[in-house]
């Protein structure tokens, strides 16, 4: 590239690259003889010709005559073939091409106009392509093994879940994230209300070791009461780990938290309790009357919960949420459209090493309680902890990011396809509204009925077209 | 007692013969496979001790006065000359009693008239080196003692002492008739070529040190292209319709997989060029007007196995570096399977082949530092001139015995300088 680039300024060049026409016979001893005329004739009649068709055939002659060693398409069009015969000249026999010298008599390069080798089918052979992405994949686990953690320790990840409309859409992210972990993972779901095939279902496409098990209080319908059952639900999964004595890393993975890939790796640092720093995505919908309050000292970026360190990189204290700007505006139950806000410190923050929790005393540090030994619930993972200085801080002390923590959730009452496959049920009908646009939902309160039916007329048309104007979300806010 | 002193140094043979086979750890815990060529262990040997350098005192107007007409000399990859000069002017290997040297250095610059896009003009150099060895010849007895043959000189331009671009004028001019028994120290290399004269010494062209340690990345960033390649296909000011440059192999790289998902190839150059070779399995090195390129060095230091496409190339360094087992060298009639022949390596090879390149004494040789680091590319220059020695008795002419034509060339090459 940079010696070519070279080339463009040198002044000679483009009168050596001439190459004479090959029919250009002698033009200086012209009128002297029948056969000069005759090839001056004949000059002008191939020009002639060429002039028609645009390009020099008589390449095309020399090309019928010599063809030795070049691939022809079969899948062109003729004007393509004849463009590629253009640039597929012959090769050394043809005493009309520009002097052509090797570069010694026993070298076997030459130097001079050399075809374009062009194989028959030019386009990625599928073959091919896959085995190019074995060889990157090892290629990359050699890296891994080279450059990464070296004895990577398997990550258990705790997820309480449970049935609902976004059910689908959160544990579908965090099971992405999780197939593309690279080391060895155990997943474990805790389900309130029991295990259910909507769950079960949607985990089993995962191919990730799954230990699914069921809790029997269903989810309530508040968030204070949610956080509740959900760290019930998490210790439920921890005693299971007890249990069964699973070996690893244990982190909290939310189902509807997203997680960064160096999160995984980062974590593989922990000794025995580690913090990350987590970023709040606190559903601020109200965002512009928070700016034009008078507190103009709080600072608009994201709330971060973490790890505080000190300049020499030693735990120092906590970033915890401050849920004071959002007072009086948050939301209280699932369906409110309020900003929804985190506890002051939330589980997925925390990852721990299993052996903490396992019941033989053996390596366990004096300062990790039992969780046998609980009384009642504990709201985050540090009250297992007895000193909290013993916090090992991750992801260079606090200082990055590596998970966002975010709830959204649909109404409580809002309905979805069983497994989200739609079946054909045509009999129903569902009274179409008038209104063209959607309306507010009504305000959320517990004691009204707030569903609005929709129904589209059914028209005598297809089956297909009835199914498609079915509204399964009777909330008003989905149009299909 | 000494049946016991015999055994202890085969004891110690055997230790060392043990452990030198096997890769070992370096520092950072990526293990690497000690590199030998053809003439054995030689990367890491030190020159000082084995050979005595005289540098000739030339004018300046060979050397610094040329420098400092154009200082863009020194940032092209011509500029190997240049360093050279300076690292010699310093090294312990230079010895200012020319009685005792073995070989003659002449420092002149002879590719650093510059147009104005900063390519070097060869129309002068030959009558520029002419000039310059009939100085030496007449001021110092050293060079009719043996009419150049313990002399050696860096040519590093296009095809080395033919002293022209174009390949077709540098075969039909040749070698500098008077520099036929000199050593060249040159960039240009392929077999059975007029420009390539026996012995001669294959250098890489000069890339910048200091700018390519600062685009490094991350080394646990994974290496997720499969083939990368940024330059022209196709000359289009010097070569319109195709065939002539580079014979057409990189035409045919064009042409056969610019639609293949794993081939990342486009004439743009990007800033993230040198990252992205970073994150390349392979890196192609087609030839262009001439063989040899910058990218050989840049795709040993940044880890991407180079893919040769040029026939019959001598790469840099030859004899101690075994090109075969660190490279994958594709002929230009294989092109159109390039992507068949790339996926049927085996994947051990590959992974030997990325070790072989994270030794760090193969990324040092293919660099010219300044200042000068041991094992680097000027010291394996010398460490190929040491293992020539000693000279051999045909070298030394006798009082009235004359080999060299200084009339044969073209005429133009015999005007004054």
Redesign the interface.
């Known amino acids: 590239m940079k010696l070519s680039a070279l080339r463009q300024s040198y002044i000679n060049r483009r009168s050596y690259f001439r190459s004479s026409v090959p029919l250009d016979s002698s033009s200086d001893s012209a009128f002297n003889s029948p056969t000069a005329i005759f090839g001056l004739i004949l000059h002008g009649l191939c020009c002639l010709i060429s002039l028609f068709l645009g390009y020099r055939f008589s390449r095309l002659v020399f090309f019928f005559l010599f063809s030795t060693n070049f691939y022809t398409s079969p899948f062109r069009s003729t004007a393509d073939l004849v463009r590629t015969l253009d640039v597929h000249s012959v090769l050394s026999t043809n005493p009309h091409l520009p002097l052509v010298n090797k570069t010694l008599p026993n070298s076997r390069v030459v130097v001079g106009r050399h075809g374009i080798r062009i194989r028959p089918w030019p386009h990625p052979d599928p073959v091919e392509t896959m085995k190019a992405h074995r060889i990157i994949e090892i290629v990359q686990k050699e890296q891994r093994s080279q450059f990464g953690e070296k004895d990577p320790r398997t990550v258990i990840v705790v997820t309480p879940t449970y049935v609902r409309t976004f059910q689908a859409l959160h544990l579908t992210g965090v099971m992405h994230s999780l197939m593309l972990v690279p080391h060895d993972l155990v997943w474990i779901v805790v389900e309130a209300g029991g295990v259910s095939n909507e769950t079960a279902s949607l985990i089993a496409k995962s191919g990730l070791k799954t230990i699914h098990v069921g809790f029997n209080q269903r989810m309530p319908n508040s968030w204070d009461e949610r956080y509740n059952l959900e760290s019930k639900m998490r210790l439920r999964a921890l005693r299971i780990i007890r249990q069964k004595k699973l070996d690893g890393i244990v982190m909290f993975a939310d189902d509807s938290n997203m997680h960064s890939m160096e999160l995984f790796d980062e974590i593989q640092n922990v000794k025995w309790f580690g913090a990350v720093s987590v970023g709040i995505l606190a559903n601020s919908i109200n965002a512009d009357e928070m700016v034009d309050h008078k507190e103009e000292q709080e600072n608009p970026r994201m709330p971060v919960q973490g790890p505080a360190c000190n300049a020499s990189n030693m735990l120092a204290g906590w970033h915890v949420f401050n849920a004071s700007p959002y007072a009086g505006k948050s939301a209280v139950h699932i369906d409110d459209r309020g900003t929804v806000l985190p506890r002051k410190l939330d589980w997925s923050g925390f990852v721990l090493n299993s052996r903490l929790l396992w019941k033989d005393r053996g390596e366990r540090p004096k300062w990790i309680k039992d969780i046998d030994m609980l009384e009642g619930d504990i709201e985050s993972p540090l009250d297992l902890v007895n000193d909290p200085s013993m916090v090992e801080p991750l992801g260079s002390c606090g200082r990055r990011v590596l998970l966002w923590w975010l709830r959204v959730e649909a109404r409580t009452d809002s309905k979805f396809p069983p497994r989200w496959v739609i079946d054909s049920p045509l009999e129903i009908t569902v009274p179409s509204r008038h209104t063209p646009w959607p309306d507010a939902p009504p305000e959320p309160h517990a004691n009204e009925e707030p569903i609005e039916k929709h129904s589209t007329k059914r028209t005598s048309g297809s089956k297909r077209r009835s199914k498609r104007k079915q509204n399964y979300n009777s909330a008003g806010q989905i149009d299909v | 007692m000494e049946i016991w002193r015999w055994v202890f140094v085969g004891i110690i043979f055997l230790a060392g013969f043990v452990v030198k086979i096997e890769p070992f750890k370096l520092g950072r ?3 690497t496979e000690r590199i030998s060529g053809s003439a054995g262990d030689v990367l890491e040997d030190d020159p000082v001790g084995r050979l005595k350098v005289f540098v000739y005192e030339l004018p300046s107007k060979y050397n610094k006065k040329i420098l400092q007409k154009d200082p863009r000399c020194l940032n092209h ?1 011509f500029a190997a000359e240049i360093f050279m000069h300076r690292f010699l002017l310093s090294s312990p290997v230079r010895t200012l009693n020319p009685e005792e040297a073995d070989w003659f250095y002449t420092p002149v610059y002879t590719t650093c008239d510059l ?3 900063g ?1 070097p003009l060869p129309f002068k150099s030959p009558r520029m080196m002419r000039s310059a060895i009939q100085l030496i010849s007449s001021n110092w007895p050293y060079w009719n003692r043996t009419e150049g043959a313990d002399h050696f000189f860096l040519v590093p331009h ?1 095809f080395g002492a033919c002293f022209h ?4 004028k540098a ?1 039909e001019r040749g070698i500098l008739p008077l520099l036929q028994r000199a050593t060249l120290v040159q960039t240009f290399g ?5 420009c390539l004269k026996e012995g001669s010494i294959t250098i890489p062209p000069y890339a910048p040190p200091q700018k390519m340690q600062t685009h490094l990345i ?3 960033t ?3 292209i ?1 083939v990368y390649f ?3 296909f196709y ?1 289009v ?3 319109p ?5 580079a ?2 192999a990189r ?2 790289v064009w ?3 610019k ?4 081939f990342d190839i486009s ?1 743009e ?1 990007p800033t993230t060029y040198y990252e992205d070779m970073q994150r390349a ?1 392979f890196c192609l090195c087609p030839l ?3 063989p040899w ?2 990218r050989l060095v840049e795709a040993v230091i940044f880890g991407c196995i180079p893919v040769i496409i040029a ?2 190339i001598v790469l840099p360094f030859a004899d101690a570096i075994p090109w075969e087992e660190i490279g994958v060298f594709v002929d ?2 294989d ?3 390039l ?2 022949i ?4 085996p ?1 051990e090879v ?2 030997r082949k ?1 070790r072989l390149l994270a030794n760090p004494s193969m990324k040092q040789a293919m660099l010219f530092p300044q200042p000068a680091q041991p094992g680097d590319a000027f010291h394996q220059v010398l460490n190929g001139l040491a293992r020539k020695l000693p000279h051999d008795k045909g070298v030394y002419l006798k009082p009235d015995e004359r080999v060299l034509n200084w009339t044969a060339g073209p005429v133009g090459d015999l005007k004054p300088w």
């Open positions: 815990s990526q293990p990859m147009t104005a896009n390519l296009d671009y174009q390949e077709e075969i392929q077999r059975n070529h007029v991350p080394e646990k994974p290496r997720s499969f940024r330059g022209l000359d000011g010097n070569d319709e195709g065939g002539y440059y014979r057409g035409a045919a042409e056969n997989f639609d293949n998902p794993l004439t150059h399995v262009g007007w001439a390129s910058p026939d019959d230009e009639k092109v159109p399977n992507d068949t790339l996926t049927s390596i994947p590959i992974l990325q």
